[in-house]
């Protein structure tokens, strides 16, 4: 599949970007410290952006970057079943990568970081208030916005977009999305963006790092899936397709 070297590396930017804006927003000593949500949802937009560029650009025309995105697009028939499968594990190892870059780019800060809990939020979500159900409804709810409206945006309805316009359209919602929904998780929407990166913090020889919070890991990871499904069926529904 020609597309699997550029999600691969896409994702990788994605999460060397994404974790990168949380560990300079969280680290002690960083310069960026304390900067603040409108810092890390700004900057998220904007490495979903560079990463769908640089998907497109290693082959992978749909610049997808995202399991759930993956899944909305096997159901409307541009994937198979399989060529699912294959792209979203290279989008989890694609993570996984840019995770460790971000953890390699601030290595002498996490020592200096006691916050157990602060260093695993570079890496993945986490819910401000810890309600399974609810949490799992805020992840559907996010993804669901996030399939929709670039179905929305992409509709013949709308018409031809310029393709190097596509990214940062997009990116705009994804800065759009944090803003609105991303309080109460963190707004992940997307299993690889969550699941990579916390086998990189299980994995990695992080300082002072405490568990990574397995417990929790099936919301990010089922939830963005079920939101894309129900996507599609709302878009079937209004015949968007």
Request: charged share 10%.
């Amino acid at each position: 599949m020609d597309n699997l070297l550029g999600e691969f590396v896409g994702t990788m930017v994605l999460i060397a970007f994404g974790a990168g804006v949380c560990a300079c927003n969280t680290l002690n000593k960083s310069k960026g410290q304390g900067g603040g949500w409108i810092c890390i949802t700004s900057a998220w937009g904007f490495a979903v952006m560079l990463g769908v560029f640089t998907s497109t650009t290693l082959g992978a025309p749909q610049g997808d970057l995202n399991p759930a995105v993956t899944l909305g697009k096997t159901l409307v028939g541009i994937y198979t079943v399989p060529q699912f499968f294959a792209t979203s594990l290279v989008q989890i190892l694609g993570a996984m990568l840019g995770a460790a870059i971000a953890w390699l780019a601030y290595l002498p800060h996490w020592a200096e970081t006691e916050d157990k809990a602060a260093k695993l939020g570079i890496f993945c979500t986490a819910p401000a208030i810890r309600n399974y159900p609810l949490n799992f409804l805020c992840e559907v709810i996010a993804t669901f916005f996030l399939m929709f409206v670039i179905w929305m945006i992409f509709s013949k309805q709308v018409g031809t977009i310029p393709p190097a316009l596509g990214p940062y359209i997009v990116g705009l919602l994804i800065w759009t999305l944090g803003m609105s929904f991303g309080g109460p998780t963190g707004y992940a929407m997307n299993p690889a963006r969550d699941l990579g990166p916390r086998l990189a913090h299980a994995i990695l020889p992080i300082a002072g790092k405490g568990g990574s919070d397995w417990a929790y890991a099936w919301v990010p990871v089922f939830a963005p899936l079920a939101g894309a499904f129900l996507a599609y069926i709302v878009a079937v529904a209004l015949h968007v397709f």
